[in-house]
């Protein structure tokens, strides 16, 4: 069993910032590091034939948007650095949803990173990066 790490990325400075750390650190302990980013989406209850034909035609266009975007240009940018890298876009609850990826790949531990511009809504229930600290079943690491 290969040893793996998690990180996860939105595209943002700070999710950069938490990419090279988690290469770091893979790279020193001989592990592979598996790079997430979420794409939130809110669920809705009721949808005609119309409305579901049409969200799966613009979520089928957001992985496409997110992989040439945000995972592709990354991996290739990543691709010298020693550590073998793999990535994984998903949509769902950002914290939740790197918990569950980290769950399936048996993951050591999971990095993400701080932006540092908490907004009162993020105040008021809590930062990306403050619920998985909380709800990580694995160390979590959080990057300035």
């Known amino acids: 069993?290969?040893?793996?790490?998690v990180a996860g990325y939105d595209g943002s400075t700070a999710g950069r910032r938490a990419v090279d750390y988690a290469v770091a650190r893979a790279k020193a302990a001989?592990?592979?590091?598996?790079?997430?980013?979420?794409?939130?989406?809110?669920?809705?209850?009721f949808l005609t034939p119309e409305e579901i034909a049409e969200r799966h035609k613009r979520r089928t266009e957001e992985l496409k948007r997110a992989e040439?975007?945000?995972?592709?240009p990354l991996a290739a940018d990543l691709s010298g650095t020693g550590v073998k890298i793999s990535t994984e876009i998903r949509y769902g609850h950002v914290a939740e949803t790197l918990c569950e990826i980290a769950k399936e790949h048996g993951a050591l531990q999971i990095f993400i990173g701080r932006t540092g511009h908490s907004t009162v809504v993020e105040r008021l229930f809590g930062s990306?990066?403050?619920?998985?600290?909380?709800?990580?079943?694995?160390?979590?690491?959080?990057v300035p």
Do not use: D, F, R
């Open 68 to 72: 040439s975007a945000v995972t592709g």
């Open 30 to 45: 001989g592990a592979e590091l598996l790079v997430a980013h979420v794409l939130e989406w809110s669920p809705y209850s």
């Open 128 to 142: 990306v990066a403050g619920t998985l600290a909380q709800i990580a079943p694995v160390p979590c690491t959080i």
């Open 1 to 5: 069993m290969a040893n793996i790490y």
